[in-house]
């Protein structure tokens, strides 16, 4: 079987492992038009909503706000808390319309009342769930947050597919009087509100490190030369782990500045095939017609003319 055979079936075998349009919520906390503008001594706070672990940018002219500081801010939801993760040092790169205005600080009531509010969404999420069963819909529920000044439920669930949960709508309408809303994230979106334990022992990436989720495919595991075994380069969202597309550019910034898989370079008198590139070690393996097998430093081949060559002096590793 041909590679370019192999690879095919690679591919159709990991295609369900990639991201689908619906995996990813793209859409920003922020709703609305932003600020227009900020000078370059107005405080920016990088900030984090807590029950969906989503950060974003705002600004704040008054006191200086410390980490673990509640502010009140809009979101594309409503007006809600957010806690305050600090101060950005450059926000020249950021879009004013992704950057929102902190109304206020929290309040003792304010904190008292998002408190009353996790014991109730326990509550309006065990009511949910009977009825999602109650209406055999194909949905998992993740999670529920009761905004802070605004008369509305948040309901977020994943689905393989579209679900018309009109009726299921009316029947929570019915129990809690309310503005309800039902919002269908992916399973990635799933794993950076819920968190957990990854594959390595620590905890998600897209839980405690970033919430910025970015597209992974399998050409970043075989750039990587990872070992394409879906149980070891898949996370426990069914799909492949974050920490591919982090260390992706790094791998393609390094392959550039050494010979390729499948290059031919003279050396000592013969033909030599590269059969192994080995970014993490600076290792480079080499392979003669006659079958035999050396190992160079990455360190050790120059570009010239078009063409990669051993510098001379190289020495041969174990």
Same mark, same amino acid.
């Given at each position: 079987?041909?590679?370019?055979?192999?690879?095919?079936?690679?591919?159709?075998?990991?295609?369900?492992?990639?991201?689908?349009?619906?995996?990813?919520?793209?859409?920003?906390?922020?709703?609305?038009?932003?600020?227009?503008?900020?000078?370059?001594?107005?405080?920016?706070?990088?900030?984090?909503?807590?029950?969906?672990?989503?950060?974003?940018?705002?600004?704040?002219?008054?006191?200086?706000?410390?980490?673990?500081?509640?502010?009140?801010?809009?979101?594309?939801?409503?007006?809600?808390?957010?806690?305050?993760?600090?101060?950005?040092?450059?926000?020249?790169?950021?879009?004013?319309?992704?950057?929102?205005?902190?109304?206020?600080?929290?309040?003792?009531?304010?904190?008292?009342?998002?408190?009353?509010?996790?014991?109730?969404?326990?509550?309006?999420?065990?009511?949910?769930?009977?009825?999602?069963?109650?209406?055999?819909?194909?949905?998992?529920?993740?999670?529920?947050? #009761?905004?802070?000044?605004?008369?509305?439920?948040?309901?977020? #669930?994943?689905?393989?597919?579209?679900?018309? #949960?009109?009726?299921?709508?009316?029947?929570?309408?019915?129990?809690?009087?309310? $503005?309800?809303?039902?919002?269908?994230?992916?399973? $990635?979106?799933?794993? $950076?509100?819920?968190?957990?334990?990854?594959?390595?022992?620590?905890?998600?990436?897209?839980?405690?490190?970033?919430?910025?989720?970015?597209?992974?495919?399998?050409?970043?595991?075989?750039?990587?030369?990872?070992?394409?075994?879906?149980?070891?380069?898949?996370?426990?969202?069914?799909?492949?782990?974050?920490?591919?597309?982090?260390?992706?550019?790094?791998?393609?910034?390094?392959?550039?500045?050494?010979?390729?898989?499948?290059?031919?370079?003279?050396?000592?008198?013969?033909?030599?095939?590269?059969?192994?590139?080995?970014?993490?070690?600076?290792?480079? $393996?080499?392979?003669?017609?006659?079958?035999?097998?050396?190992?160079?430093?990455?360190?050790?081949?120059?570009?010239?003319?078009?063409?990669?060559?051993?510098?001379?002096?190289?020495?041969?590793?174990?």
């Amino acid at each position: 079987m041909s590679d370019a055979e192999n690879y095919e079936e690679i591919d159709e075998e990991f295609s369900e492992l990639e991201d689908n349009p619906g995996d990813i919520e793209t859409s920003s906390v922020i709703t609305g038009e932003g600020i227009e503008a900020i000078t370059p001594d107005t405080p920016v706070y990088r900030l984090r909503l807590i029950y969906s672990n989503e950060t974003f940018l705002a600004v704040w002219p008054g006191d200086v706000l410390s980490p673990g500081n509640m502010v009140l801010v809009p979101t594309r939801y409503g007006k809600d808390l957010a806690q305050i993760i600090g101060p950005i040092q450059s926000h020249g790169f950021q879009p004013f319309s992704e950057i929102a205005r902190i109304e206020r600080t929290a309040t003792a009531e304010d904190l008292e009342k998002a408190k009353d509010h996790k014991e109730h969404e326990q509550n309006a999420f065990r009511v949910c769930k009977e009825k999602i069963e109650d209406h055999h819909l194909d949905m998992k529920l993740v999670s529920v947050h #009761f905004l802070l000044e605004e008369s509305k439920i948040l309901f977020f #669930f994943t689905a393989e597919n579209r679900v018309d #949960f009109r009726e299921l709508v009316k029947d929570l309408v019915g129990v809690f009087k309310t $503005r309800i809303e039902l919002r269908q994230i992916g399973v $990635r979106d799933e794993s $950076r509100v819920v968190g957990g334990l990854g594959v390595c022992g620590r905890c998600y990436c897209c839980h405690a490190i970033s919430d910025k989720l970015k597209p992974v495919s399998i050409k970043m595991a075989k750039d990587q030369n990872l070992s394409l075994n879906s149980m070891k380069i898949s996370g426990p969202c069914g799909r492949l782990l974050c920490c591919l597309a982090y260390e992706h550019l790094f791998y393609g910034e390094q392959r550039r500045l050494v010979p390729p898989e499948d290059c031919k370079i003279s050396w000592d008198g013969a033909l030599w095939k590269v059969v192994e590139v080995n970014v993490v070690l600076g290792k480079i $393996r080499l392979a003669a017609e006659d079958g035999r097998v050396i190992c160079f430093s990455s360190s050790d081949f120059e570009k010239t003319e078009g063409r990669w060559n051993v510098k001379p002096g190289a020495v041969i590793q174990n």
